[in-house]
């Protein structure tokens, strides 16, 4: 698997992706500048998370503007895997690869902590090597990451299977007691129609070395590496 | 050229004496950007004026420091080739005028002394100190200054890994927001502030210069009074993203060999960092302020020296190298001018609109600043109490409870939550533990970093008081596994004119070097903040000590959690139950007496060493220190992080009961182990007094037959109270 | 001339910031508000001299990045 790790300005959990990828990979990964024009062959492409532009205007906007995006955007329809995590999730939203919008979390602060995310779907070449309807501990960190979208589009993603993580409780429950920011349904993360694309607001790779106190990330990087064997 | 009044000297906070000084060094009268400018070199924030005298006897060389204080931060070798720089600074002033921006440039200001020393910060501490709970301004200033500090070190992803917060009445009107970063960088890659090279340029980078915190140096060394509200538009504001670019733009730079020196701009921006460059050179300097990037046309030359607008830098270049440096500033999008040259004067000349609008010696100003010997008396060393006269509770559990779930001792989870304190992916133990664990990015190297501070301590026994904050944090360092390497200090004190706060002052420096000297735990960087009075009346003294440590295999940390049932638990050191100024006198009785707990320096040596060794060893599973509420709390934090309770033994060592469970006594450790008897043979070994005092296990904490409590109970006491304060309307 | 731009929350969207802003005024003793809706106030200087044309750029600009019209609606003024 060849990937790549889009950089803008104030992104800043590129090294922590990239080195979760490596691991998974056993091979370098590359990072690119957001100025640039075009991309070399690759197989995934991460938006990782951060303060791109320092989330000024609002979260991800000014980066969905960069150069680098109209190039992404041309590789997701012939079939790329494009992760975005954390404000990578922004930047999608806001170019509109994905739907809807992250607001700021209903209690108002930033919020660091592990939260329990239910496996909504295992047919994604990220969620495969989870089991449907797993429990998996996740760090998060965000100050928007409450989502928000229209019913209609709310009812599409069902219908459609594409919501791909939902905060929980510790045994699996969907309620306002597991639900740290207020997102809409608990999600926490969302597919596109052609499940080539998941952003998520949760950082799988915070959690994928023992050292750090679990690897329930650790799936999502393995399961990639075999679904997009080159 | 406007005629200097006394009043004019008066405001600038000059003496006479000083004023008399600056007429001599000039040989005329100074125009009012020079003025300006010798007043904030000679401030108390910037020249140490009342503190210099005592800063000196502090022990500051072992033979792991590469660099101690006078420099931006402290470095120490941490092996392989690379070296972990620090310092911790107080933004006390600022965040209690305007909190959330307070705190923030606080923090961004103590990043920037780092990376520009050529390390790449990995992580953030603080140590905060508010006014009673129910003080009306109280949860205002714990809100904004909490979101303040998330918001720099999230945006620069830079995790705050650790830290802590205490409530004391003598902070009402004073707080404290002390934050500390560590980096790391390679040895051979170090960078200093020196200027050097005539004719060479000087750079100036990041931010424009705006009309930000003029005079904030001068307000950082004065007392509050009714008027303080009106000092807010001195306050600057932060911009993290840009420092982030400033950041990444440094050390790309700094991975070539163009630089000669390097210095941030924090207080007294472009007036401090070009002194100190040029003073640590030797060279002169020549300014052109109409090239410094400004963010209004119509600023003066006395606004551009004296501004305090964040996120700048100033550099010494090689000749020829200024266009690929230029080339990586606005890579960055950051600005980037040529400002000056550097001259063999000795003198710092600034020219704006072809003319000279101010020429100063720079070694007379910056070297020869003014030093005094304040008078200072002694504090008088308040006598034992004896725990006879410390009554007894009817239920120690319930004092337990209420012990744990007070302001000072609650967990702090609320404020951590609002920390990112997982971005760089190495934290390996996170925020609530003796010490934070942090890998070294890429090698099987740990660093453990703590900060520490018992101004109870302090304000009764200044002595005492300095010795406990060192031996303290190495304690908390100890108590991981790790190697305990250098501190860093950040000594908050009332008004230094007051002779009985000098003495407060000298009482815990010279606590404070015989610590360091003794548990060879040198003073490396650190800052002063004097005059935290309002209305005459002073915080208690509060030398908080930010401590790290390495350890060369990280994966061998311990925490303080209880990790598995059925092991033993073994207290480490001497147990008097000295109840004198603990915690349990304060929570339980309201009583602040007694001398504090002696700390006897050689012992705390030993017994931590030894406790180090169990831990390289692979003896034991978990380890906490035994501060403040003794061992009733030690054990119920060790309960409560583990979620697993235990089984003590009721003592049988004729100390009553409460002080057994809540005394102070210093140099202890609780160990968790499944090979206690090995632990207690090499505890024998080094002489160190070891005793099994329980097993873990069950879902209670018990003491003999009668007292037990849920550790459920004690987690929701201990989890509930900060969460309800700052909630409630 | 110069845009002044104001982006507000479409109906129906849940204003968090308004809300807690709400919540304030009422524990400082101001009654009788029904809602706060917070919002951006964004100020533009332009070259072009044409209120028209001034006023079909700037709504580029929002439609483009300055709103984000999934949950925002935006309001132009052209002041000459």
């Known amino acids: 698997m060849k990937a790549a790790v889009i950089v803008f300005p104030g992104s800043n959990c590129d090294r922590d992706v990239q080195v979760s990828i490596e691991q998974s990979t056993g091979k370098p990964c590359a990072m690119i500048w957001h100025k640039e024009t075009e991309l070399p062959e690759l197989d995934l492409i991460v938006i990782p998370g951060g303060f791109s532009y320092g989330d000024y205007l609002r979260s991800g906007a000014i980066a969905a503007h960069s150069p680098i995006m109209r190039e992404v955007k041309a590789r997701t329809d012939s079939g790329v895997a494009v992760l975005g995590i954390c404000n990578g999730f922004h930047v999608l939203t806001e170019t509109q690869l994905l739907p809807g919008i992250l607001m700021r979390n209903a209690g108002l602060k930033f919020i660091c902590r592990d939260v329990d995310l239910r496996v909504e779907t295992t047919s994604s070449v990220f969620t495969q090597n989870y089991a449907k309807d797993q429990v998996i501990r996740i760090p998060i960190a965000h100050n928007d990451g409450n989502y928000f979208t229209d019913p209609d589009t709310l009812k599409m993603l069902e219908d459609e299977d594409r919501v791909a993580f939902r905060y929980c409780d510790a045994q699996g429950g969907i309620n306002e007691a597991g639900n740290p920011n207020g997102s809409m349904s608990s999600i926490a993360g969302i597919l596109n129609r052609r499940r080539n694309i998941l952003g998520m607001m949760p950082h799988p790779e915070r959690l994928a070395d023992q050292l750090l106190g679990g690897i329930d990330g650790r799936p999502m990087f393995d399961g990639l590496v075999e679904a997009l064997v080159a | 050229m406007s005629k200097i009044t006394p009043e004019i000297v008066k405001e600038h906070g000059l003496t006479e004496d000083e004023y008399d000084k600056v007429l001599e060094i000039m040989g005329r009268e100074p125009n009012i950007t020079e003025l300006g400018i010798f007043s904030v070199m000679w401030s108390e924030h910037c020249s140490y004026k009342s503190s210099k005298k005592w800063l000196k006897t502090l022990h500051t060389e072992e033979p792991w420091v590469i660099c101690g204080p006078g420099e931006n931060a402290g470095i120490v070798d941490i092996g392989d080739g690379q070296a972990a720089i620090f310092k911790m600074e107080s933004h006390n002033h600022p965040s209690f005028i305007e909190p959330f921006q307070g705190a923030a440039t606080g923090v961004g200001g103590i990043m920037r002394d780092i990376f520009t020393m050529g390390a790449r910060p990995v992580a953030n501490m603080n140590a905060l100190r508010f006014g009673r709970p129910d003080h009306p301004k109280t949860k205002h200033l714990v809100n904004g200054v909490v979101a303040g500090i998330g918001s720099y070190g999230n945006c620069m992803g830079v995790p705050t890994v650790g830290g802590e917060c205490e409530f004391d009445t003598s902070y009402d009107g ?452 035994l501060s403040d509420g003794g061992v009733f709390v030690a054990l119920a934090e060790m309960a409560m992080a583990g979620d697993m309770g235990a089984a003590i033994d009721a003592p049988d060592t004729g100390i009553a009961l409460h002080a057994w469970l809540f005394g102070e006594d210093q140099a202890r450790y609780l160990v968790t182990s499944r090979d206690a008897k090995t632990v207690l043979a090499k505890a024998a070994e080094a002489g160190v007094p070891a005793s099994i005092i329980g097993r873990t296990g069950s879902d209670r904490l018990t003491v003999g037959q009668s007292l037990s409590i849920s550790v459920s109970e004690l987690k929701s006491a201990h989890e509930d109270w900060m969460p309800n304060f700052m909630s409630a309307p | 001339m110069k845009a002044k731009i104001h982006v507000t929350f479409k109906e129906g969207v849940l204003d968090p910031q308004g809300k807690a802003v709400r919540n304030a005024l009422g524990s400082l003793g101001f009654d009788g508000i029904d809602r706060v809706r917070q919002g951006k106030f964004i100020e533009i200087d332009l070259q072009e001299n044409d209120a028209e044309k001034a006023r079909s750029s700037v709504k580029e600009m929002c439609e483009q990045l300055l709103a984000n019209t999934v949950i925002e609606n935006y309001a132009i003024d052209i002041i000459e």
């Open chain 2, 174 to 625: 004073n707080i404290l927001v002390n934050a500390m970063t560590v980096g790391v960088a390679d040895t051979e890659k170090i960078f200093y502030s020196a200027a050097a090279g005539e004719g060479y340029p000087l750079v100036y980078v990041g931010s424009r210069t705006g009309r930000d915190g003029i005079h904030g140096a001068t307000m950082a060394s004065a007392e509050f009074d009714d008027d303080t509200d009106e000092k807010r538009p001195t306050v600057q504001v932060g911009d993290p993203f840009t420092e982030k670019l400033v950041l990444e733009a440094c050390l790309e730079l700094m991975a070539t060999d163009a630089i000669i020196g390097i210095q941030d701009m924090g207080a007294a921006g472009l007036t401090c960092s070009t002194f100190e460059m040029a003073s640590k050179g030797g060279v002169g300097v020549e300014m052109d302020l109409d090239l410094v990037p400004k963010r209004a046309a119509d600023m003066t030359a006395y606004e551009l020296m004296l501004s305090e607008s964040q996120e700048r830098m100033v550099m010494v270049l090689k000749p020829g190298r200024e266009e690929e440096a230029r080339k990586i500033f606005e890579k960055w999008e950051l600005n980037f001018a040529v400002v000056g040259r550097l001259t063999d004067t000795g003198r710092l000349v600034l020219k704006m609109g072809g003319e000279i609008v101010g020429d100063l010696p720079i070694d007379p100003l910056a070297e020869a600043s003014p030093e005094y010997d304040r008078p200072w008396v002694a504090t008088s060393k308040p006598a034992i109490l004896d725990a006879a006269d410390v009554p007894a509770p009817n239920d120690p559990c319930a004092a337990l409870k209420r012990m744990i779930g007070s302001p000072n001792f609650a967990q702090k989870r609320w404020i951590w939550d609002q920390y990112d304190h997982m971005v760089m992916g190495d934290t390996v133990q996170r925020p609530g533990g003796d010490s934070a664990v942090v890998r070294v990015h890429g090698t099987p190297k740990g660093l453990a970093i703590t900060t520490d501070c018992t101004p109870r301590y302090c304000y009764a026994d200044p002595f005492e008081g300095g010795k406990q904050v060192v031996a303290e944090a190495w304690r908390n360092i100890t108590a991981v596994g790790a190697k305990p390497l250098a501190i860093t200090d950040c000594l908050n004190f009332g008004n230094p004119e007051r002779p009985e706060i000098m003495g407060q002052f000298v009482g815990c420096i010279e606590g404070m070097g015989e610590a360091c000297r003794t548990l060879e735990f040198p003073v490396v960087s650190g800052n002063v903040s004097f005059y935290n009075e309002t209305r005459g009346e002073g915080i208690r003294p509060t030398p908080t000590i930010g401590g790290i440590g390495v350890l060369t295999d990280v994966a061998k940390a311990v925490s303080c959690a209880f990790s598995a049932a059925d092991e033993d638990i073994v207290l480490i050191g001497e147990t008097n139950g000295h109840l004198g100024r603990s915690a349990y006198l304060a929570e339980i009785e309201g009583r602040d007496e007694g001398a504090p707990p002696p700390v006897d320096l050689a012992i705390e040596r030993r017994n931590g060493d030894a406790v180090r060794g169990m831990i390289d060893d692979g003896l034991v599973s978990a380890c906490h220190d």
